[in-house]
């Protein structure tokens, strides 16, 4: 039966659904932000050179866990975590842009997972939306003295809910013709809502697991990347 | 008092496991139907009430296990090159 099981996606706007202006509308949105990512990462990568490996597993980590489609039983439907929370987490949102972007390319190009005219706006809520979404909760949770794992958790849900708000929007801004936005807004929004909803918190309880995982394994990775201070390191006198 | 504690955790393993590997296969096994992804679900059919309709990809990968035997080549070849040459690739 787990064989004979029909391959699901999800949250990826399918080749043809935008009219051209929108679609060059969100290639044009995400330029900004790939170019500003793609000069972060150089910086970082002046600094040190392991980073770019680092990066590269990461976008294999987005490119999996955004293909992933997970059943919902509470919706009947399929879909997938977008993994762009923990890699905001640990190399920042404009290089979690670049990965994002990376990992849809791929996707469009070799699994009809979204397309190659909608990457620009796939691109655009789950690289652009989802990273800041996940790092500014990471950062604020943090900031108010929470923990890892309760960071990790709301970056994770927030990334992921905030993925799937973009591309109700983008949806529906694309498709609507004379319709007036907002109710179309909104009944994309309901209709994501059964799958998204648990699949958020699924997403968060994933983040917090590879943060935690991360702090005990390799704390000094997360130092590396300006995760935690020097001084919350496990052994730090 | 260890011993009590590897029991409870022992216990608390199998009050989660094993209710998820028979919820799994139930769920599996009774699905009446093929589950959709939100894209055909939501995505296309809304998009298709507002006179949209998704295009055949640019690029068509076709079925069968080609692709996934492509994909599984080049994670192997990318996985062992980045393993043998992982110190060149880290060093400054």
Redesign the interface.
């Known amino acids: ?2 064989l004979a ?2 391959p ?12 051209f202006s929108w679609a060059a509308f969100w290639y044009l949105a995400l330029v900004p932000f790939l170019a500003l990512g793609v000069r972060r990462l150089n910086a970082l990568a002046r600094e ?3 980073l ?2 680092l990066v ?1 597993l990461l976008a294999a980590v987005v490119f999996i866990i955004s293909c992933m ?1 997970i ?1 919902v ?1 509470t919706a ?4 997938h975590p977008c993994g762009t929370g923990v890699s905001a987490i640990l190399v920042g949102p404009l290089v979690s842009v670049v990965i994002a972007a990376v990992a849809l390319l791929i996707q ?5 997972h979204g ?2 005219s909608t990457l620009g706006a796939n691109a655009f809520s789950m690289g652009v939306v989802g990273s800041l979404a996940g790092w500014l909760a990471f950062r604020a949770v943090r900031g108010m003295g929470g923990s890892l794992a309760v960071s990790g958790f709301v970056a994770g849900v927030l990334a992921d809910w905030g993925t799937y708000a973009a ?1 109700s929007l983008i ?1 529906a801004s ?4 004379d ?1 007036p936005l907002v109710p ?1 807004f909104l ?2 929004v309901l ?2 809502l059964p ?2 909803l648990p699949l958020g918190i699924l997403e968060g309880v994933v983040t917090a697991g590879m943060v935690t995982l991360l702090y005990k394994k390799r704390p000094d990775l997360l130092v590396k990347m300006r995760v935690i201070a020097e001084k919350e390191l496990p052994n730090h006198a | 008092m260890p011993e009590r504690k590897r029991k409870w955790k022992i216990l608390l393993m199998h009050l989660i496991l094993l209710p998820t590997i028979i919820f799994a296969l139930n769920f599996f096994s009774l699905a009446p139907k093929s589950w959709e992804g939100v894209d055909e679900a939501v995505v296309e059919k809304v998009a298709k009430e507002h006179g949209r309709e998704a295009r055949d990809p640019l690029i068509d990968p076709g079925s069968g296990d080609l692709l996934l035997f492509a994909f599984l080549l080049a994670g192997a070849v990318g996985g062992f090159a980045a393993g043998y040459f992982w110190r060149d690739l880290t060093k400054k």
Do not use: N, Y
């Open positions: 039966m787990l099981a029909t699901a996606w999800a949250m990826h706007i399918s080749e043809g659904i935008l009219p040190d050179l392991s770019k490996p590269g489609p059943p039983p009947g439907t399929c879909s469009a190009l070799f699994l009809a397309g190659l591309t949806l694309g498709i609507r013709g319709a179309l009944k994309v209709a994501f799958t998204q």
